[in-house]
């Protein structure tokens, strides 16, 4: 059983950055990530990292969004700079799946980010 716990959440202005955090509790050799979903519309796959560091982001974020875990993998991290207004929605972290098209298995629970233009 694989539990997630994100933090670092919060309101930010267009342009500036946040650190979003995701504390996992048990462990599952597949990929973990980070979905996004705002209001009104379908959750989105955002960042993928499986367990040989290999990444995989979603258009909308590359260049702009960083994806990472620690050496234990107890940790998963989401670096995401040069945010924009369209990028406001509760950000979930997940473990147990392969790519960000597919299912994962593990939920953590969200943390919302607001970026005021």
């Known amino acids: 059983q694989v539990q997630l716990f994100e933090s670092g959440g919060g309101s930010v202005q267009a342009g500036g950055s946040l650190r979003l955090s995701c504390k996992v509790s048990g462990y599952d050799r597949r990929a973990m990530g980070w979905f996004r979903q705002a209001p009104g519309k379908e959750r989105e796959g955002v960042a993928v990292i499986d367990s040989a560091g290999s990444t995989e982001y979603a258009d909308f974020v590359k260049g702009r969004f960083t994806i990472s875990q620690d050496a234990a993998k107890t940790m998963l991290y989401l670096q995401m700079d040069s945010l924009k207004p369209e990028d406001t929605a509760v950000y979930r972290c997940?473990?147990?799946?392969?790519?960000?098209?597919?299912?994962?298995?593990?939920w953590g629970r969200g943390v919302q980010v607001t970026v005021s233009s």
């Open positions: 997940a473990a147990g799946g392969w790519h960000l098209r597919s299912p994962f298995n593990y």
